[in-house]
């Protein structure tokens, strides 16, 4: 249990165009999902919270124009990168808090590799 | 913002042999979580704690949660080629808050 998947696995683009990403939770609900950026040899990148039904709030520097995120449902959350440049490429990961019992934890997708070309 | 520390880097050990990697924070976590990740994909839950003191196993890994709450440890024992990747510690204060994540640690098993 507690499988988060996301889609595409890896994208290529050309710069100037928008990219949507999704994760889904495919076994539980979660009501906040997280979406992180990691560059190679780096740790994850905190880019934003997203709350089922409202608005993401992003950490500091994060242009939330555009890195927009949308989370539609207890099991899906969206981020498009609008206008993509080179500079966005990067290893996209997104999570889901799971809390069973009183216990918390975040269960992470597999990323999602993006190339602007 | 603040990361949790875990040193060194990189960490070689041939294998058969243990390990043991530290994480350490200037403040206090609720939750403490183990995550490995490999090349190319999403970090993989290893163990979490949720009580100060908790030593909890999971196959050959043994993870701590420090009784101040601001450090964990996490222990491999008889180290296998495909323990091979690199080892996250996180912290959580609550249900739903966000990881302060450390900056990993990249582990090489010699066979």
């Known amino acids: ?117 | 913002g603040q990361q949790l520390n875990q040193s060194p880097q990189s960490m070689f050990i041939q294998e058969g042999e243990d390990v043991s990697m530290n994480c350490t924070s200037s403040s206090i976590f609720n939750t403490w979580l183990w995550y490995k990740q490999d090349p190319g994909e999403g970090p993989v839950l290893l163990i979490a704690l949720y009580k100060a003191g908790e030593l909890t196993s999971n196959g050959r890994l043994t993870a701590q949660f420090g009784i101040t709450r601001k450090d964990s440890f996490l222990n491999i024992s008889a180290s296998i080629p495909s323990d091979v990747g690199i080892y996250f510690c996180a912290g959580s204060t609550g249900a739903n808050s966000k990881l302060t994540f450390g900056k990993g640690i990249t582990l090489s098993v010699r066979p």
């Open chain 1, 1 to 117: 249990g507690a499988v988060v998947s996301q889609h595409p696995s890896r994208v290529i683009c050309k710069s100037g165009t928008s990219v949507k990403i999704e994760c889904r939770s495919l076994d539980f609900q979660a009501t906040t999902m997280f979406w992180y950026r990691q560059f190679p040899k780096q740790s994850l990148m905190l880019m934003a919270t997203s709350n089922e039904g409202s608005k993401a709030t992003y950490e500091q520097g994060v242009e939330k124009d555009k890195f927009l995120i949308n989370h539609a449902s207890l099991t899906l959350s969206t981020l498009t990168v609008t206008s993509a440049h080179p500079e966005d490429s990067s290893f996209y990961i997104c999570s889901a808090s799971y809390t069973s019992g009183g216990a918390y934890t975040q269960y992470f997708g597999p990323g999602t590799r993006l190339t602007v070309l």
